[in-house]
């Protein structure tokens, strides 16, 4: 800590070092009415250098000459500019601007726009609505306040780093992330290495105008992040901000589960029925549950029937859910501390921050800590000419991940633990459980002198340390020169590190280890031989990445005679990114002295479980990883305002990369859009007093994707001998020659209306966009005589459109105010051109897998097998075959016309959105979200009776199933079948009855706070917030009838929440 | 701080994009290997598994049989197989077709990227690696005529189809069947490719050999009837190494009689190479013909090295020279014997024919009670030689080839029957059956012709 608190210091010195320059101008901004304002922003026209009035609305200035001209501006009033004499004092009067909108100005990454002057779609969060949330990353925050933005729950595409889709897929198999850019470049690290206390604002680039500027890497839509950032002449600000959240423990009766007493009812059917039998005399000794070793013992007469009756009545009562909650799960305490000093000079300017995060999370074991820096600083010289700014943010973060996972109490590789298994006595004392291998076979490898091999879970618990520590820079620098009046160079480069490692050290006393050195273990005439030796089992993984960033750009903006206002940048970029992993394993490890042991890898070792089973091998665990991201991209933007009414914009990117074939680096169609705007406020014949603000936008261009698991030349990669099946080391082909390869586009056309009534009573948006995605990456279909079956390249397309619409109105404006934000999204995209045909529906459209792109589907769709009930005789399910009902299972499965399946819809959400109200009385303000997710299906779980007849706790539909005629009026639920039928199981568990909607309202959250401004003017707190926030408060409707969330069926909800919290700034 | 420092950033940035070619070059993923060397190239031909011949004629051939109960248990397209049906694949793909192309589409990345390094200084690595690549292909494109087009016969092939003969790498074309006369020549043309640049013999055994090319050319031109050429070219190979396995020296009880490795294999082993798998290859799925079982004498060896009993009294075979429950469908030195025997009886040369008879036998019956087989006229020893080739080639892959050849002849012919659920089937000699329908998947992708049925 000492270390940090160091860096800190010297950074703050040298921040408070600047240059000096010659004149000064000083003086007062007021409005037309005489109060100062205060916050008015003076610039050095033809300059970056720039203050900000204090609260008196005086400033003081540097300015390079007499001459000079200063613009001054203040939100809602008209820029005036004046000269700089320095000689006295400057009165400026500003003079209201009624029409204009709150000058907001948006971020694209490589440069600020008026919004006023954009033409694109974006979307932007503002501190004050950011901070509305509480959470220890930066993009959850964005969860139901952002329009067009949605976070898919269910299944995540593997490796994605964020798992939101911005307006619908974009893409079928390539990255389906949206672009991070943090602080003008592209982030792909962790997302928990920001801390969101340092964030200024979000903007989120959604259509083509906004975006295309990103190029190859745009299509998912681009999330643009600014840090904080102190100004000029600024006064020393000292913020502090504190919370703790604390969460309600999990559920473990969540999802829905047989009782213990129905599953032993299961046991002792199976058990007559010598289910047992084969296992009892299995050579691989698994174990058998308590109440299955009782039903033996009676049945060979080590105990009476009476005994073993009245045992397992007892076991009826228990219920390992119990244990879970009482030894795994706790409330968790997440706690934040942010600090942050910023203050200005002249010619200088700086900000420090320092967080720390601490989370213990509900599952115990798991916890989380993150320490974060922050510094950056500007200094002006060259009579502001010239900008020179540099920043460093270091985390350091350090995660505990000990979580007992309830799969550690399996009973066998195939089955979870028994229900009703307990992991103390009455007395308190720890109990062992039956797990994997048969209690007598245990006490026979005792006997032999092998390890102790029972399992004892409450000793388990904290005999394996899991731990990893990751460590990031991000070194920013930047030079800023104004050329000429308007014109100005910048040059851009950042270093970005990151270093994380893993470390799991297994302990010898650990089951795991025990078992595998025991496994490994031979015994011949009384003496051991251990291929696994004793001691600690420790793996190590190691993940680098570095890489920099370099850009160099000139920008121009200039209002030409008066009505010509052109911005125009054109810029060079680099980027080279490697990555680089490792992992081992030391067996035999002394974490005292450090030292371990070879192991014989390549041989073959007899189980001492099952020697019968000869040829098994110690596994082996660890690789060497590389991966190398380059780009070079050439781009320019550009954007002419007439008269402040017309608007038009134009931006073209050219990416080249190592992952595009030869072709499309050397002759790729660049990426490009055109916009038009048109601010109708402005124009003499629109002059309704009523409206004073309506703008129409129209943007059309390609936004670019790329998918990293494609090459364009020949790959192949290696097998060691040891996975070869003749131990010769070998390379297998993974991709034919494509040298056409190249990025994914996606065209957008977005039409957009902006509005606001008088006194911003009623303002907001409108937009509707078609999205078109082409040359996606798809399969097609080869004839097999080419050596390959199908073929992955740009072959693919895609085809919707949606709507955003964002209403904010002030329903009150009074002492108590109340403030409504309203948001509706909608995006529906199909798939218009795919090659292949599936060949297997029942995998490839009724799991529940990632679905089969098919023609005129939506992407992620549910599909069913019709259903027909249940047979009133027995209770078996009914479908349809050939238009008559049928119980044929087997046909009814291997159904091969994909018309013979009912297609419900998407399984995302078509439409989404949020309706926020806000309350206030004075400093207090009470505000609610509420979040909606309409038009999608869910397959529900139900279940499995291949399970139920195998003794294991299945689906807790389970009681509700068939169990007498009369039964099939108010249930679906198949009756318990007389033996094991895995295509009844598969077509019920595939058939209409178990396809719900998902559609569901939810009240995300409540949030009170009270804020307190002090009225002197240079008090020693300027102003405090206290808070409270809840979170994740549960369903209010939801369109499906069953028990569980729709959109957590397979798992818990997120824990509801509550935090407490300060903001304070001195 | 200066004005004119901006340039030099600038400046240094154009440069970076200058030198863009070595940059962009870099591959994007350390375990992927655009391959360049003959190491690289090297390791592609040793994914064994890519190089299996093809395995569903063993199915449809009078070496294996099986049951009612287990015929249920099949794979679709075994028992559609197993019974000569019509339509074999229903729509699905074929293992063997697309097996045997992805080793040609191999072979031929490897002939394209050997051609590259041909510039620098030639080498006898280069040369083998050319001459292994040559090989896979000839004999893949040997398996695909075995199965997808019809028997070798001078008078027809120039007028009936062969296989698509891919010559390239290249994934976006397709090209028509040739006829079987190109389809035999592109075979042999390669394997004298092969037969010039590689060396005469190999360590590890699935990586060909001179001898191996010889011995390929050898059943090559037995398939197609030119004896003369077949015994020169399995003489040639014999000369290299004409090792036998004495059947007294090995273990009968083991569970799989020989070693599984191709660089232990058994010394009478040329190449190592693999049948493509299928369920019916794993106990208890198939037995061995009981006529077939019934054919060895009590005291020849192959009885129980190459066969097993199961408790129900079914027959398996464990004596493939693969070591493993995997078929071996390489070369071996035991078919050249039978090889030359065969062509030796058929040009009139009884002795030398019944001397390479003798010179196995001897080596596959208990010792001491062996007894050389003697003969005065050459069909009375062809008979006895085409009569071993059968029991001593078990569940090589060339049977179906010897049954494809051996029905033309009225004194060889072979009626295959079956009985499965008291249906019975028939597979005549000479019946179109004995040519495989071309999947579905090829002839909507590339338009090639089906072969009639």
Redesign the interface.
């Known amino acids: 800590m000492k270390k940090y608190i160091l860096i800190f210091l010297l950074l703050l010195i040298g921040a408070r070092l600047s240059a000096q320059s010659a004149y000064q101008a000083k003086g007062t901004v007021s409005g037309s009415d005489g109060a100062p304002l205060a916050g008015a922003s003076v610039v050095v026209k033809g300059t970056s250098q720039g203050v900000m009035t204090d609260s008196l609305g005086h400033f003081r200035i540097s300015v390079p000459s007499d001459t000079s001209v200063l613009a001054i501006s203040f939100i809602g009033y008209l820029t005036k500019e004046v000269r700089a004499d320095s000689r006295e004092a400057i009165d400026v009067k500003l003079v209201e601007n009624a029409s204009q909108l709150t000058e907001v100005m948006v971020s694209i990454g490589y440069q600020q726009l008026p919004k006023e002057r954009a033409t694109g779609s974006f979307a932007q969060i503002d501190q004050q609505l950011y901070n509305r949330s509480v959470g220890a990353d930066i993009v959850s925050r964005l969860a139901d306040v952002t329009p067009g933005l949605i976070f898919n729950r269910g299944i995540v595409k593997p490796g994605s780093q964020t798992n939101i889709s911005i307006r619908g897929e974009s893409t079928l198999f390539a990255k389906a992330d949206p672009l991070i850019v943090i602080d003008n470049f592209p982030y792909t690290g962790d997302m928990n290495a920001i801390n969101p206390n340092d964030i200024e604002s979000v903007t989120v680039l959604k259509d083509a105008a906004a975006a295309s500027i990103w190029g190859a890497q745009s299509a998912n839509g681009v999330i643009v992040i600014t840090t904080k950032k102190a100004a000029y002449d600024q006064p020393l600000r000292v913020s502090l901000n504190s919370n703790i959240t604390f969460s309600q423990r999990p559920d473990p009766y969540y999802l829905p589960k047989m009782s213990s007493s129905e599953v032993i009812d299961m046991e002792q059917l199976l058990f007559s029925r010598g289910y047992y039998r084969a296992a009892e005399t299995s050579p691989n000794k698994p174990a058998l549950s308590p109440v299955v070793e009782l039903l033996i013992a009676a049945r060979d007469g080590r105990i009476t029937q009476q005994a073993a009756a009245d045992q397992i009545d007892a076991f009826r009562k228990l219920d390992v859910r119990d244990q879970y909650a009482k030894h795994l799960y706790r409330s968790s305490v997440n706690q934040q501390y942010a600090l942050g000093m910023q203050g200005g000079g002249k010619t200088s300017r700086f900000l420090l921050s320092a967080g720390f995060d601490k989370n213990l999370s509900a599952a115990k074991g798991d916890g989380f800590e993150r320490i974060t820096l922050n510094a950056n600083q500007s200094v002006s010289v060259l009579k502001g000419k010239a900008e020179l700014t540099t920043g460093i943010y270091y985390t350091n973060q350090d995660a505990l991940e000990n979580a007992v996972n309830p799969s550690m109490f399996n009973q066998t590789s195939t089955a979870a633990v028994y229900p009703y298994a307990t992991f103390t006595d009455a007395g308190g004392a720890a109990l062992p459980l039956n797990h994997y291998y048969r209690n007598s076979f245990l006490d026979q490898a005792h006997s032999q002198g092998l390890l102790d091999w029972t399992f004892v879970p409450l000793t388990e618990i904290g005999l394996v340390n899991n731990r990893k520590r990751q460590i990031d820079y991000r070194i920013n620098s930047g030079l800023r020169y104004t050329i000429l009046n308007g014109l100005s160079a910048e040059a851009l480069l950042q270093y970005t590190a990151s270093s994380s490692k893993s470390r799991r050290l297994q302990s010898q006393n650990s089951w795991a280890v025990r078992d595998l050195i025991n496994r490994f273990t031979s015994v011949s005439e009384g003496s051991i031989t251990r291929a696994v030796p004793l001691g600690d089992i420790l793996d190590q993984s190691f993940l680098d990445v570095s890489g920099y960033f370099a850009r160099g750009q000139l920008n121009y903006d200039r209002l030409l005679a008066g009505k010509h206002q052109l911005t125009a940048i054109a810029g060079a970029e680099v980027r080279d990114l490697a990555t680089k992993g490792s992992s081992w394993r030391a067996y035999g490890y002394d974490d005292q002295i450090g030292s371990f042991q070879q192991v014989d890898y390549l041989s073959n070792f007899k189980s001492y479980v099952n020697p019968a089973s000869a040829s098994n091998r110690i596994p082996q665990y660890g690789g060497i990883t590389g991966m190398t991201d380059r780009f070079i991209s050439y781009y320019v933007n550009a954007g002419y305002t007439f008269d402040g009414k017309y608007i038009f914009s134009a931006s073209g990117r050219r990416d080249m990369s190592n992952l595009f074939g030869v072709n499309a680096n050397q002759k790729g169609v660049p990426l490009y859009s055109v916009g038009l705007g048109w601010n109708l406020h402005h124009e003499k014949f629109f002059a309704l007093r009523w409206l004073p603000y309506l703008k129409l936008r129209a943007t059309y261009g390609y936004n670019g994707n790329i998918d990293r698991t494609l090459a364009a030349q020949v790959t192949a990669s290696y097998s060691s001998a040891a996975q070869s099946s003749i131990g010769l080391p070998y390379a297998t082909i993974r991709n034919p020659p494509n040298p056409d390869l190249r990025w994914e586009r996606v065209r957008m056309i977005n039409l957009g209306l902006d509005f606001k009534t008088a006194a911003g009573r009623l303002s907001g948006s409108i937009e509707y966009f078609q999205k078109k995605g082409i040359d996606l990456i798809g399969n097609a279909p080869l004839a097999p005589q080419t050596g390959l079956t199908s073929f992955r390249g740009n072959t693919a397309h895609t085809s919707g459109h949606g709507l955003d619409l964002i209403i904010n109105s002030k329903n009150l404006t009074g002492k108590l105010g109340w403030q409504t934000q309203y948001m509706l999204s909608y995006a529906a995209i199909k798939v218009t051109k795919y090659l292949p045909k599936s060949s297997n529906l029942r995998g490839d459209y009724l799991s529940t897998s990632l679905g089969f792109p098919t023609e005129g589907r939506y992407f992620n769709s549910i599909y069913s097998l019709p259903y027909a009930g249940l047979d009133p005789e027995n209770g078996d399910p009914m479908g349809m075959l050939d238009g008559q009902v049928s119980k044929n299972y087997g046909a009814l499965l291997s159904v091969s016309d994909l018309n013979a399946l009912i297609y419900h819809g998407s399984s995302r959400p078509l439409v989404f959105g949020g309706l926020r109200n806000t309350l206030s009385w004075g400093g207090w303000t009470l505000s609610a979200n509420v979040s909606y997710r309409l038009g999608y299906y869910v397959r529900m779980p139900s279940v499995v009776y291949s399970q139920v007849l195998s003794g294991v706790q299945a689906h807790g539909d389970f009681s509700r199933r068939w169990q007498k005629p009369g039964d099939e009026l108010h249930t679906h639920v198949p009756s318990l079948p007389a033996a094991s039928n895995s295509n009844r199981d598969l077509f019920y568990t595939a058939s209409e009855a178990l396809v719900e909607k998902g559609d569901h309202i939810r009240l995300q959250d409540l949030r009170c706070s009270y804020s307190w401004k002090s009225a002197r003017q240079r008090a020693v707190i300027n102003d405090v917030e206290i808070f409270a926030y809840a979170a994740n408060l549960g369903i209010i409707w939801k369109k499906s009838g069953t028990d569980l969330d729709p959109d957590f069926r397979d798992s818990n909800p997120p824990l509801r929440s509550i935090s407490f919290g300060v903001r304070a700034n001195f | 701080?200066n004005?004119y420092?901006?340039w030099p950033?600038?400046s240094?940035?154009?440069l970076?994009?200058a030198c863009?070619q070595d940059?962009?070059?870099?591959?994007?993923?350390?375990?992927?290997?655009?391959?360049t060397t003959i190491v690289?190239y090297q390791?592609?031909l040793?994914?064994?598994?890519?190089m299996n011949t093809p395995g569903l004629n063993l199915i449809a051939g009078d070496e294996f049989v099986t049951t009612d109960q287990m015929y249920q248990a099949l794979e679709q397209v075994e028992r559609q197989t197993y019974l000569w049906a019509d339509d074999l694949y229903e729509?699905?793909?074929?293992t063997d077709?697309?097996s045997c192309?992805?080793a040609?589409?191999?072979a031929?990345?490897v002939l394209e990227?050997a051609a590259k390094l041909a510039g620098e200084a030639p080498s006898t690595e280069l040369d083998n690696l050319l001459g292994y690549a040559y090989f896979y292909r000839a004999n893949a494109f040997y398996g695909l005529a075995q199965q997808f087009a019809p028997a070798y016969e001078p008078q027809n092939a120039h007028a009936q189809m062969g296989i698509?003969l891919?010559l390239s790498?290249?994934?976006?074309?397709?090209?028509p069947r040739a006829t079987l006369q190109q389809t035999y020549q592109q075979i042999l043309s390669d394997l004298e490719q092969s037969q010039k640049l590689i060396t005469s013999e190999s360590v590890?055994r699935?990586r060909p050999s001179r001898a191996a090319a010889l011995a390929l050319k050898a059943r090559v031109y037995l398939a197609m009837g030119a004896y003369d050429l077949a015994e020169q070219n399995a003489s040639a190979s014999l000369a290299i190494n004409g090792q036998l396995v004495d059947f007294n020296e090995l273990d009968a009880k083991a569970s799989l009689t020989f070693p599984d490795?191709?660089?232990q294999a058994n010394k009478e082993v040329i190449f190592?190479g693999r049948m493509n798998f299928y369920l019916f290859f794993f106990t208890p799925y198939y037995q061995v013909d009981p006529v077939l079982y019934a054919s060895y004498d009590s005291t020849d060896l192959r009885k129980q090295c190459y066969y097993d009993t199961l408790a129900d009294g079914a027959v398996w075979y464990k004596g493939s020279y693969a070591g493993s429950f995997g078929f071996f469908s390489g070369l071996a030195n035991d078919e050249l014997y039978l090889i030359r025997a065969e062509c030796r009886a058929r040009q009139g040369d009884t002795a030398p024919a019944l001397a390479d008879l003798n010179t196995l036998l001897e080596k596959r019956y208990k010792k001491g009670t062996f007894k050389p087989v003697q003969a005065s006229e050459p069909s009375q020893a062809l008979r006895v030689i085409i009569a071993e080739r059968r029991k001593e080639l078990v569940a090589r892959g060339i049977r179906w080839t010897d049954l494809r050849r051996l029905n033309r002849e009225k004194e060889f012919e072979t009626l295959i029957r079956r009985r499965i659920d008291g249906k019975n089937y028939v597979l005549a000699p000479g019946s179109l059956k004995y040519t495989f329908p071309i999947?579905e998947?090829?002839i909507s992708?590339?338009g090639?012709q089906q072969n009639p049925r």
């Open positions: 701080m004005r420092l901006i950033v600038m240094a940035l154009l970076m994009s863009q940059f962009m070059d870099a591959k994007p993923d350390k375990a992927l290997v655009v391959p690289d390791a592609i040793d994914n064994f598994n890519t729509g699905g793909s074929s077709w697309e192309y992805k040609v589409f191999t031929n990345i990227g698509p891919k790498a290249q994934v976006t074309t397709t090209e590890w699935n490795s191709p660089r190592y999947p998947n090829e992708a590339s090639i």
